[in-house]
């Protein structure tokens, strides 16, 4: 799970900036956190501010960061140094802390890199230890000018053939973490902090489509049925989703990508795609391998009246986009961060809150579940449902409204956030900041 994440030179986050999920001394809601080393983690965090205060840019952090280890660089999201001054010339800086199973215990990876599109500046791996030491795994610096990086691995790690033929051949754009933790052969740990980029952390963007929905629905009828269940009592009028055999010949692909689906059909591959916000199932003809079938999207109403995915308006569109990600926060034993941006983007106010209030229903000390995610939505900012300190604020801090800072709600004065007092009150009062300008 996700202990804290660390920006600095990225976007608009100028200024090192820290989202910290450990737990205050709070006690509402403390059935919900989970327990870790003698700490607490937050399973939910709630980012509001005004648009262009560095909500989004943060979510990009995460996505950043994820490109940098993936290896590949057609899979990379720019890094985006800070536009002003001598920031712009400067590496973008990235550390996280979060914690990994490895050999059925729990440790605590802190991961830093400092990197441009074209070169890992610096890069370490430590295992933070029960006493909040750190554990050197490996430490990589890669100065301008200098034709290959120097590494240093920890005493557990130096005697180890394999790191240490990475540590030499490992490319200047490339991180080292991403190289190594992608082999079976490097130790465990540095394998699980490899994974946890791509088997735990999920984000999510603001116009993100759920492309499996269509092979889960056919596949997986616990998925379906708990699929309808949410909708039927959401109040959007859908009884259930289904999909349906639509004609080839009507789906808008163009004949070169008809047939390279086609293609990977024949080899007995489903191919789910996605054309104009429409999802689309090839699969094989049962009774003809050689040929393929398509299935579309379909929504049920009451009557048996039935329509188009397309045809139900962009907030349904999205909720049932995010049912899955809900479904899968729920599942026991899942371990999962899912980062979402711009949570309420066409939602009406109360499917947004059911949305929280069904993942937070399901957390305890025992959850290895976490989400975290951007919004505009005042009205979550209630204490019935949440912790004040689940809630973070975002604000450009400067006079020209060139640098973004990011700052727990719960750091200012008690007298600001009394238990029952309205924190949308006080948020939309001004006194606490990120509120747009008044012109």
């Known amino acids: ?24 001394r709070e006690r509402q809601h403390s059935e919900t956190l989970m327990h870790f080393q003698r700490a607490r983690w937050l399973p939910l965090t709630m980012i509001f501010g005004p648009n262009a205060s560095g909500k989004s840019a943060l979510v990009r952090a995460f996505k950043a960061l994820r490109g940098l280890i993936s290896v590949r660089q057609d899979t990379r999201e720019p890094l985006t140094p800070h536009a002003f001054g001598e920031h712009a010339k400067l590496p973008c800086e990235f550390t996280i802390e979060y914690s990994v199973p490895v ?11 400092a990197a441009t599109n074209a070169r890992v500046v610096k890069e370490s791996l430590h295992q933070v230890l029960f006493d909040g030491s750190l ?18 691995f920890g005493e557990k790690y130096c005697g180890d053939d394999v790191l240490l033929s990475f540590g030499k051949t490992v490319y200047q754009s490339t991180s080292l973490l991403g190289v190594i933790g992608r082999d079976d052969r490097a130790p465990a740990f540095i394998q699980a902090a490899f994974r946890w980029f791509f088997d735990t952390l999920q984000i999510v963007e603001p116009d993100s489509q759920y492309i499996p929905l269509l092979g889960n629905l056919d596949s997986d009828s616990a998925f379906r049925g708990a699929i ?74 009451a009557e048996g009246v039935t329509f188009d995915i397309l045809e139900e308006s962009d907030g349904t569109q999205r909720f049932i986009d995010l049912l899955p990600m809900l479904l899968d926060l729920q599942t026991p034993g899942v371990r999962r961060v899912y980062v979402v941006d711009e949570l309420e983007r066409s939602l009406h106010p109360a499917l947004t809150r059911l949305l929280v209030e069904r993942y937070l229903e399901g ?6 579940t976490q989400l975290i995610f951007t919004t ?26 060139q640098a973004s800072e990011l700052v727990a709600l719960s750091d200012y004065a008690p007298q600001e956030l009394r238990k029952g007092m309205s924190l949308r009150d006080v948020y939309l009062s001004g006194r606490v900041g990120a509120l747009p300008r008044k012109i």
Request: proline residues 3%.
């Open 1 to 24: 799970m996700l202990r804290s994440f660390t920006v600095k030179n990225f976007a608009s986050f100028r200024d090192e900036a820290t989202l910290d999920l450990q737990a205050t």
């Open 103 to 113: 050999g059925g215990r729990e440790k605590i990876a802190r991961y830093h890199v």
């Open 135 to 152: 554990d050197l795994v490996f430490e990589r610096s890669n100065p301008q000018g200098y034709p290959a990086s120097s590494v240093t």
């Open 376 to 401: 505009h939505e005042t009205e979550l900012l209630d204490q019935e449902l949440i912790r004040r300190d689940e809630v973070w604020l975002t604000e450009k801090v400067d006079g020209a409204g």
């Open 228 to 301: 309808s269940a949410v909708l039927s009592q959401s109040d959007t009028g859908i009884q259930s989703l289904f999909t349906q055999e639509v004609d080839l010949s009507r789906v808008p692909f163009t004949p070169k990508e008809l047939m390279e689906i086609m293609e990977i059909v024949a080899s007995g591959r489903d191919v789910l795609a996605s054309a104009y916000k429409e999802r689309y199932l090839f699969t094989q003809k049962e009774d003809s391998p050689e040929e393929m079938t398509v299935r579309a999207l379909k929504t049920l109403h």
């Open 363 to 368: 957390c305890s000390k025992d959850t290895h």
